[in-house]
T-cell receptor, first 117, second 114 residues
Framework: DSGVTQTPKHLITATGQRVTLRCSPR?????VYWYQQSLDQGLQFLIQ???????AKGNILERFSAQQFPDLHSELNLSSLELGDSALYFC????????????????FGAGSRLTVL | QQQVKQSPQSLIVQKGGISIINCAYE??????FPWYQQFPGKGPALLIA?????SEKKEGRFTISFNKSAKQFSLHIMDSQPGDSATYFC?????????????FGTGTLLAVQP
C-alpha cells in the first residue's frame, strides 16, 4: 500500500456521462498530481495542485476539471465522456510542489480504471 | 519541448542477463531524472533517480547512466530476474523553483525469461 488512496478502482459508464474520481494523498503530502495512462499514450500529466491551489497544468481537456480541498484530498471531474476517455487515471502525491534538493518523490495510487461504453 | 523519448518499447531478456532501457530529452530545464517501475494492476513506483551533476548512480542491481551533453540517460538492470518483469518508465522534472511535475517516457515492457 503506497499510502495514496484512489476511489473507485473501476468505473463503467456511458458516453456523455460525468464521473468523479477521488484521491486521498499520503499523510503529510501537500501536492497532488493527476495522470492519465492509456495504452498508446503512456502516462500523460493532467494537472497538479499544491495545498489547495493549482500549480501546473498539462494536457487536460476542457471537459475535465479538478480541485484540491482543504483536507488535501482531490477530485478529478470528467464530463461529456467519450470513448477515447477510457483509461487508467492515476493520482500521485508528494511533500512539496517544487523540486527539493536531493528528492522529488511522487508516490502513486493504484489508479482508477474508467471504461466508457 | 516537454518531451522524453524512451526505447525500446518492449524487451525480452534471459534470466541473469543485462536489461538496458534508454531515454532522451530535449529540454535543458530538466533537473531530475527518475525511473519508475510498474507491475500489472499497480501504480508506478520510484525505482531509482539521478540529478545531472553526476554521471552514474547505482542501487543494488539497478544503475542509471547519465550523459548531460547528449541529453540521454539509461537504466541498466544487472543479473535480471523474472521478478523484474514489469513496465519501466523514465521521467524528467523541471529544475528547482518551478513545478516538480514529472514528464514520463512512453514505457518499456520488460519480460525476463527464466
Amino acid at each position: 500500500d503506497s499510502g495514496v488512496t484512489q476511489t473507485p478502482k473501476h468505473l463503467i459508464t456511458a458516453t456523455g456521462q460525468r464521473v468523479t474520481l477521488r484521491c486521498s494523498p499520503r499523510s503529510g503530502d501537500l501536492s497532488v498530481y493527476w495522470y492519465q495512462q492509456s495504452l498508446d499514450q503512456g502516462l500523460q500529466f493532467l494537472i497538479q495542485y499544491y495545498n489547495g491551489e493549482e500549480r501546473a497544468k498539462g494536457n487536460i481537456l476542457e471537459r475535465f476539471s479538478a480541485q484540491q480541498f482543504p483536507d488535501l484530498h482531490s477530485e478529478l471531474n470528467l464530463s461529456s465522456l467519450e470513448l477515447g476517455d477510457s483509461a487508467l487515471y492515476f493520482c500521485a502525491s508528494s511533500v512539496s510542489g517544487t523540486l527539493l534538493s536531493g528528492a522529488n518523490v511522487l508516490t502513486f495510487g493504484a489508479g482508477s480504471r474508467l471504461t466508457v461504453l | 519541448q516537454q518531451q522524453v523519448k524512451q526505447s525500446p518499447q518492449s524487451l525480452i531478456v534471459q534470466k541473469g542477463g543485462i536489461s538496458i532501457i534508454n531515454c532522451a530529452y530535449e529540454n535543458t530545464a530538466f533537473d531530475y531524472f527518475p525511473w519508475y517501475q510498474q507491475f500489472p494492476g499497480k501504480g508506478p513506483a520510484l525505482l531509482i533517480a539521478i540529478r545531472p551533476d553526476v554521471s552514474e548512480k547505482k542501487e543494488g542491481r539497478f544503475t542509471i547512466s547519465f550523459n548531460k551533453s547528449a541529453k540521454q540517460f539509461s537504466l541498466h538492470i544487472m543479473d535480471s530476474q523474472p521478478g523484474d518483469s514489469a513496465t519501466y518508465f523514465c521521467a524528467a522534472s523541471p529544475r528547482r523553483g518551478a513545478t516538480n511535475k514529472l514528464i514520463f517516457g512512453t514505457g518499456t515492457l520488460l519480460a525476463v525469461q527464466p
